[in-house]
């Protein structure tokens, strides 16, 4: 069975993920957001957590990408945090940000810029240490 594994639907832990990721794009309070990962247990699931992160920071950065991406930049934040404490893994980080490729065709009709913005999230993240894929355009 996919999903979770601790009995939860897998549509709860995604509301889940939801609800601390954007109440950490209000605090900015990483321990708190980190405390709030470990909490959820679904270590194999973190690819969603990422997924999930970079698209919310992309749309409350807004729909058309100005220079200055503060929710981008918190994300990528959170996630380095998460990394260097051994809560989500480089590998969940990079199966994540595959996945929001994926989705980009679609994303880009709400997030017209999401295309350079998922470019500017992997080089802070690539940057900064946690991602370790090829460039989508290398």
């Not at 260097?84 to 994540?96: C, R």
């Amino acid at each position: 069975v996919w999903g979770p594994g601790d009995g939860r639907p897998v549509s709860e832990l995604k509301n889940a993920m939801d609800q601390l990721l954007k109440e950490y794009l209000l605090s900015r309070e990483l321990d708190e957001a980190a405390s709030c990962v470990r909490e959820l247990k679904a270590k194999h699931f973190h690819h969603e957590l990422v997924k999930r992160g970079v698209k919310i920071a992309m749309e409350e950065d807004g729909r058309d990408h100005a220079s200055k991406s503060s929710s981008l930049d918190a994300m990528a934040a959170l996630f380095k945090f998460l990394v260097q404490n051994s809560i989500v893994s480089e590998f969940q980080v990079a199966k994540g940000v595959q996945r929001l490729e994926k989705i980009l065709p679609d994303l880009k009709l709400d997030v017209p810029a999401a295309p350079s913005m998922l470019d500017e999230f992997e080089t802070l993240a690539r940057e900064q240490g946690f991602l370790h894929i090829p460039s989508r355009k290398a």
